[in-house]
């Protein structure tokens, strides 16, 4: 993979327009599309996208966001038993190795949320691979994403605003706005270039569809149909 990666960044046929399309930054993005396709953690469908923007999208996931941190299930499998770098040798093996079977499926649970009386008992993470459509978070198209990112719109309304005491179910009482997602970053997200989106997209386009945990309360978590 880290030869594949070698081989794209190169030809300029997959290589990812820069900003200003200049020197310095031409060579700093090839670094960051050649790293990113060495340290995506699960096997990469290019077929039919522009892999310089799979690369520049990992690069940003994995390497720069975490988002797999959030968009697990837990801190517990978000490494293998022998891969997590936050043990001591042994277990750990030297080299860190992401979970893949948990991987951006999300199903963490950030609840009580806010804390307090009137809290939702769950708020769980979404699932960010794609589904069966090929689109991520469930089958979103680019625009909804950037609407996601910019504006942290929540198209899936699991939480919205209390229109009376603890009604309609799972809502969230005020001053907390039921229309946005509510623990994503996204106020900082929002501040990402068009082309850093576009690459973020395409990567989790890239990545094999997981229907993520079972077992959780479906209301508030709905797993991803992949066939």
């Known amino acids: 993979l880290l030869c594949l990666g070698t081989m794209l960044v ?9 900003d200003n399309n200049q020197g310095n930054q031409s060579n700093d993005d090839e670094s960051k599309i ?8 699960v096997p990469l469908n ?3 996208k522009n892999p310089a923007l799979v690369g520049l999208g ?6 720069q966001v975490d988002c797999n941190g959030c968009h697990g299930l837990n801190p517990a499998v978000e490494f ?3 891969g997590n770098p936050y043990l001591l040798s042994p277990p750990f093996s030297g080299t860190k190795t992401v979970n893949p079977s948990h991987y951006l499926a999300g199903g ?14 769950h708020l769980y993470t979404r699932n960010l691979t794609p589904d069966k459509t090929g689109r991520p978070e469930g089958g ?14 929540d198209f899936d309304h699991i939480h919205p605003s209390c229109t009376g005491v603890g009604t309609p179910a799972n ?17 900082a997200y929002a501040n990402m270039t068009d082309r850093d989106l576009l690459a973020i997209y395409t990567y989790l386009s890239a990545i094999p569809c997981n229907p993520g945990p079972s077992g959780l309360d479906p209301t508030l978590y709905e797993q991803n149909v992949c066939e």
């Open 10 to 18: 190169r030809s300029p046929q997959v290589r990812a327009q820069n």
């Open 34 to 41: 050649k790293q990113g396709l060495a340290i995506a953690p």
């Open 46 to 48: 290019l077929e039919g």
């Open 58 to 63: 990992s690069y940003i996931v994995n390497a």
């Open 80 to 82: 293998t038993p022998t």
């Open 108 to 121: 963490r649970d950030f609840g009580p949320f806010p804390g307090g009386p009137g809290s939702i008992p």
């Open 140 to 153: 979103r198209t680019f625009e909804e994403f950037v609407q996601i990112m910019r504006h942290g719109t």
């Open 171 to 187: 809502c969230l009482s005020f001053p907390f706005n039921g229309d946005l997602l509510q623990v994503m970053p996204w106020p």
